[in-house]
């Protein structure tokens, strides 16, 4: 049995949070004493709990109150739930931490990096940047065409494309140690190539291009090394084993 001080104190709230919550009908006292004290049990601590898990995760207190109020909610699955919503916050946010001490070696001078990678995919102005060598390598008139599409989308179209593209290459990380010829892999690098239809159509010549320019290519493999790495020669591998695949479809 907790006071609401008690409970305050150990959920790491206010007591007129607690009061508020009370107010509102989002956390009832278990009871109320003749003194006017409110008490709590365990079943209002489990209760609480969800509370400030669910505002951890944004939603406001009359959609967490309609959720815990719902005849069908079940702790153990509203649990399982948020570790898995936290889980993927955590590796957002390492993501992120790790986009901030690469710009901080940056610009303090410690590490030189001739084109940042961020989490969210390749930024315009480094897509921008390897216009040239495109050109260089696919023919202007292709690669025209391709950055003539890129400025059709909206501003946030190319950010929806950008987070697009930046979770596949990440997704490949997270794959690192499985068979490049593996369905999951597979799936994913299928996803890839999907995804490049948003600038132009890969032939399955092209995407075994890329697949050795992001090897083989200094700048490129910097970059994508930065998920990974061994993720270049682990994409380059994978690539050639889908276009094998495509190849034999396109036969068959």
Same mark, same amino acid.
């Given at each position: 049995?907790?006071?609401?001080?008690?409970?305050?104190?150990?959920?790491?709230?206010?007591?007129?949070?607690?009061?508020?919550?009370?107010?509102?009908?989002?956390?009832?006292?278990?009871?109320?004493?003749?003194?006017?004290? %409110?008490?709590?049990? @365990? #079943?209002?601590? !489990?209760? *609480?709990?969800?509370? +400030?898990?669910?505002?951890?995760?944004? $939603?406001?207190?009359?959609?967490? %109150?309609?959720?815990? @109020? #719902?005849?069908? !909610?079940? *702790?153990?699955?509203? +649990?399982?739930?948020?570790?898995?919503? $936290?889980?993927?916050?955590?590796? %957002?946010?390492?993501?992120?931490?790790?986009?901030?001490?690469?710009?901080?070696?940056?610009?303090?001078?410690?590490?030189?990096?001739?084109?940042?990678?961020?989490?969210?995919?390749?930024?315009?102005?480094?897509?921008?940047?390897?216009?040239?060598?495109?050109?260089?390598?696919?023919?202007?008139?292709?690669?025209?065409?391709?950055?003539?599409?890129?400025?059709?989308?909206?501003?946030?179209?190319?950010?929806?494309?950008?987070?697009?593209?930046?979770?596949?290459?990440?997704?490949?990380?997270?794959?690192?140690?499985?068979?490049?010829?593996?369905?999951?892999?597979?799936?994913?690098?299928?996803?890839?190539?999907?995804?490049?239809?948003?600038?132009?159509?890969?032939?399955?010549?092209?995407?075994?291009?890329?697949?050795?320019?992001?090897?083989?290519?200094?700048?490129?493999?910097?970059?994508?090394?930065?998920?990974?790495?061994?993720?270049?020669?682990?994409?380059?591998?994978?690539?050639?084993?889908?276009?094998?695949?495509?190849?034999?479809?396109?036969?068959?």
């Amino acid at each position: 049995m907790y006071t609401v001080r008690q409970l305050a104190d150990l959920a790491g709230v206010s007591v007129r949070t607690l009061h508020y919550y009370d107010e509102i009908g989002l956390l009832e006292p278990s009871y109320v004493g003749e003194n006017g004290y %409110r008490y709590y049990e @365990d #079943a209002a601590l !489990f209760r *609480l709990q969800q509370i +400030l898990l669910y505002r951890e995760l944004d $939603l406001s207190l009359a959609e967490i %109150r309609e959720i815990l @109020d #719902a005849p069908d !909610f079940d *702790l153990v699955s509203a +649990l399982q739930e948020h570790r898995a919503a $936290l889980e993927a916050r955590i590796r %957002r946010l390492k993501r992120l931490i790790r986009t901030i001490d690469m710009t901080i070696a940056n610009v303090t001078g410690g590490v030189e990096m001739s084109k940042k990678k961020l989490f969210t995919g390749f930024t315009e102005e480094e897509e921008k940047k390897y216009a040239q060598e495109a050109r260089e390598r696919w023919g202007a008139e292709n690669v025209d065409r391709s950055y003539q599409r890129w400025k059709s989308y909206s501003p946030e179209q190319r950010e929806q494309i950008l987070a697009e593209g930046g979770a596949n290459y990440q997704a490949l990380a997270d794959l690192i140690d499985e068979d490049p010829a593996s369905e999951e892999v597979q799936q994913v690098i299928g996803r890839w190539h999907h995804h490049l239809r948003y600038f132009y159509e890969p032939t399955v010549e092209l995407l075994r291009g890329l697949g050795s320019l992001y090897n083989d290519d200094p700048d490129f493999n910097k970059t994508i090394s930065q998920f990974h790495p061994d993720l270049p020669a682990f994409m380059r591998e994978a690539i050639n084993i889908y276009c094998d695949r495509l190849e034999a479809e396109q036969q068959g």
